[in-house]
């Protein structure tokens, strides 16, 4: 039989949660995660013994994807940064809104300005706004924490194509996944993929490398920042009053007749 060694402090400490979404549970955080927590989302539900303990690969249409990103974003409970260029997923869209209304989180979401005028992510921002509008591409700041949305492009205004977050500090997520039901493979352990279900060719990273999560930090910070002033930039041009030229009212004087020597004679 093997024995574990641990400390008296570790033994006191509950279990981690295997559940997937636990949003609405405050006590279950990232502070213990580890990559191995999301062996059971792969097809082989382990990994090799050579594995990375820092990054780990994992492929839409092969592993759950999208149980990986509600597992890790539902258990934010400090800081979320985040730029996400397709922004289709109800599910976790609600996980993200639940975290918007935390006091305690502090939250900056960057989207990209030419998808968020897509049909479904349309749809799914306006009912954001509605809900709280005060989050989108305005920031409010107390004490405790600042919360935002921003819609933008780059800083030389192409497409803001990043595709990735930092959760709490501590984890990353990067990779060519957008957020929607074929980008991340919603579903791939329940329906049978030649059943109907379709899954694009798509990777997802998460990782747990300090550096890699510093720098991915300062760029998403970054991003943000400029889809930030490029929309008050949009709301100001919005507000600024139209310059309109006003017309000169016409003269109702009369011309004066010309000088008699400057009429010419009329031939007899």
Known sequence: MVVLATTP???MLPPK???TNVIDDPAVSLQRFDLLDLQPYTQERVYATSASKDFH????????VHDILKHVLSRVSISLYLNMFGFDDDELNDILMKIALDPTVTMLVTLDKSQAGGKHEKALLDADRQHNLALFNTSFVTKTYVQEFAIGQSATHQISHTKGFVADGRVAGEGSTNWSASGEGTGIFVVNPGG???AQNNTQSIITDPDTISRFSAELVTEHMIAQKQA???GAAANKPLRTK???PRSTAQPAAPHPALARHRAP
């Open 17 to 19: 949660s295997t559940v």
């Open 232 to 234: 008050a930039a949009v």
């Open 196 to 198: 109907g279900f379709k």
């Open 57 to 64: 690969l994992f492929y839409v249409g092969r592993d759950d």
């Open 246 to 248: 006003t017309a000169k």
């Open 9 to 11: 402090e570790a033994a």
